[in-house]
């Protein structure tokens, strides 16, 4: 048997709104059917994970200090994804952002003098970091033609390990008692509170600024529009005049350089130092975040609050219903699956062909 899928005719606007919240639903159904098969009450499972997070305001910073991250990259992502150009390696972006930005705050630490330059060259460091890595498979599909997605997946691995032995060796606090991580960084090093006694700092601003840009960028600009034409149709992209070299590299540097000023935003904001680890996986979930929002910035930042409220509320469920952590992540997988799956069924009709072979 064969499973032809094609493509709808006359979409319909409706369904492809509500494709994302019908996958929430069936992901939500899904989760609780494990839930109750844990032994685990689904009701008190979902007010755990969904409606305590909400009920606090310090949960509620801490949600929009994960949702920030994660909107940051996938804002990025978007750029590449709506140019049908898959980068994967954004977490590995995020994490030499985050070290090259963390090594000025570490080589600042205990300069005197002036030292309000610190931060932005932080800053700056940290986006272009980010960028010239995101071009390194860029790079290599333009010219040789490797796949992006193999290339951009394994640098992930090469940048966790470098960043491993940055914190071990070169980068470690000689009076921090052999612990594998960089000195604190000084005042000047971090980013400012938005509030005084709060725990949200100016990452969640840089963030919101960085969906007002892309949301202009692809709304109003050439740049924007050459992205969607290229996406939608490659071959009128070419007739058109468009090079698709040059778009590759910019997207994969507009991804990268999202992915790079996440980073640093994280080592310089809730961090502070350099640690054999700064990321629990934001690139890899960001592209969740990326797709249940629909490729759009507006969208994307709903999607990071609710990924950054499913994970606040999995921590919780962690503690009070001794849920396992990887539920979570595993909840999270499942809805990308879905709301991918609710996409192919917006936009295609499914004919089983019996007999047929693929």
Not at 252 to 274: D, M, N, R, T, W
Not at 286 to 314: K, N, W, Y
Not at 320 to 349: I, N
Request: one cysteine or more; a positive charge; aromatic letters at 8%.
């Amino acid at each position: 048997m064969r499973i032809d899928l094609t493509p709808r005719a006359n979409r319909s606007a409706l369904a492809d709104a509500l494709a994302p919240f019908l996958a929430f639903l069936a992901a939500l159904l899904v989760g609780g059917i494990v839930v109750a098969a844990m032994g685990r009450s689904p009701a008190a499972a979902f007010a755990t994970y969904f409606v305590a997070p909400l009920s606090e305001v310090w949960s509620l910073q801490e949600v929009a200090l994960k949702a920030a991250p994660l909107a940051l990259i996938a804002t990025g992502l978007a750029f590449c994804f709506r140019a049908n150009i898959w980068n994967i390696g954004a977490e590995g972006q995020f994490v030499v952002g985050g070290l090259c930005g963390g090594w000025i705050g570490v080589a600042s630490h205990g300069a005197g003098g002036n030292t309000l330059w610190v931060l932005p060259l932080m800053l700056a460091v940290g986006t272009l970091a980010g960028m010239l890595y995101g071009l390194i498979p860029g790079l290599l599909k333009v010219r040789p033609g490797v796949s992006e997605i193999l290339t951009s997946l394994m640098l992930v691995y090469v940048a966790e390990l470098l960043l491993d032995y940055m914190a071990r060796g070169p980068l470690r606090d000689p009076a921090g008692f052999n612990f594998p991580q960089s000195v604190t960084f000084d005042d000047a090093a971090r980013l400012p509170y938005l509030m005084e006694g709060d725990s949200l700092h100016a990452g969640v601003a840089v963030a919101l600024a960085a969906i007002v840009v892309a949301t202009l960028v692809l709304g109003r600009t050439l740049f924007g529009f050459t992205v969607r034409v290229v996406g939608a149709s490659p071959r009128a992209a070419r007739f058109a005049g468009f090079s698709d070299a040059r778009l590759t590299l910019a997207v994969f540097a507009v991804s990268g350089g999202a992915a790079g000023l996440a980073g640093i935003c994280e080592v310089a904001g809730k961090i502070g130092q350099l640690q054999p680890s700064i990321s629990p996986g934001y690139g890899f979930t960001a592209i969740i975040v990326a797709f249940l929002g629909r490729l759009s910035p507006a969208g994307i930042l709903v999607a990071a609050l609710v990924i950054a409220l499913t994970t606040i509320g999995g921590e919780g469920a962690q503690i009070d219903l001794k849920l396992p952590l990887d539920l979570t992540r595993a909840f999270q997988g499942l809805l990308l699956a879905l709301v991918l799956g609710a996409d192919a069924l917006s936009r295609y009709r499914v004919r089983l062909v019996p007999g047929a072979t693929a």
